[in-house]
């Protein structure tokens, strides 16, 4: 059965439609992320699966029944909402907050029993947070609170949970801690969650479908391997200077400068160079890359020329002459220290010509293994310990 689905649902305040059209399907145990920019009606559409504002047009169904006509005792068994508002809670303990979800289950007193205390320390073992039980709840960080907050929508033992914005004002430690959490809530314990995020890579990192927002319209739902281009979250998100790598769940600054610099890279080793020339107005080419390589998916995110070769082939002349020709445009040729195979000798051989022809060449690799790969070349070799080694080097150009 759907956990929750929605047919031409049009939600929005006072009779007026933020958001219109709205048909979605969600099975147990997905994890759907809500994406769009400021203002577009993310919250509006959460508050309305929450059953806190009532549809402007159409229907929702939660676990078969329609969500306006469940009962409110059987609703907060089956649905739990977190949402950004603060919740002050005096001198209550964080155990004292987390066991408020128990009161759907609780009688008309809401005296917990043994059977409930017990609940609500598993829904803190759960979140891990066995520590903060007998802390004050207003004297935890947001990221603390956040835990005890999941603690306590986790002991109304919903079917679905909702969250609206669920990282914000956490740093990166508790933001990457919750949405482990909620994955681990999908997964183990079948429960659909519906998340907006402001963290576009973090959440299609995260979610099995994504839910695009804007202008008062859904502009697709798919999941973000369907979605991820970067066509569509730039048209989401009105992105000009930057590019978006949903294979890779990256946003990366774009490099449109005249390259001065040619990055010899592949396996993950150039990114970071990638990066850094950028930061520092330098444009660059770079290759051969493997189309499959972490270094091509950055490289072509980045906006930069790129010399590649299909995955799992050798790289062939064709490319060689490419990238030679690329290279030959620039002032200076960065060895990013890829391991050299069978596979990419085409690379060393691209270094070795640099040098050979007196171009300007830095490495990472370390004075061993440039010798043993260029031989008494290695000796023209402009040598870094770091990447930002390389921007010394860029200066002088």
Known sequence: MKMIKTVDLDVGHDHRTVVAGINLEAMPGQMIAVLGPNGAGKSTILKSLSALLAPIQGAIYVGGQELMRMKRSTLSKTLAVVLTDRLNAGFLTAFEVAA???????????????????????CLRTVNALDLAERYFNQLSDGEKQKIMLARALAQEPNLIILDEPTTHLDVKHKLDVMAILRKLSREKGITVIFSLHEIDLALK?????????????????SPEKLGNHETFAA?????SAGFSAFMGTIEISNQIEPSVFVVGGAGTATGIYRMLTKNNLGFYTGILHENDVDCYIA????????KEKPFRHMGQQAFAAARDLMNETRLVVDSGCPIAESNLANQHLVLGALKEGQR??????????????????DMILP??????????????
């Open 100 to 122: 408020m979800g128990r009161y759907p289950h609780t009688g008309f007193f809401g005296k917990l029993t043994g059977a409930d205390k017990e609940a609500v320390w598993e």
């Open 206 to 222: 995260s979610c099995d479908m994504a839910i695009l927002v804007k202008d008062g319209k859904i502009m697709n739902v798919g």
């Open 236 to 240: 989401l998100f009105d992105i000009e």
């Open 300 to 307: 072509e995110t980045i906006g930069v020329v790129a010399v």
């Open 361 to 378: 060449v830095c490495s990472l690799r370390d004075e061993k293994e440039n010798r043993l790969l260029y031989g008494a070349w290695a």
């Open 384 to 397: 870094c310990r770091t990447a930002p080694d390389i921007l010394a080097y860029c200066a002088a150009l």
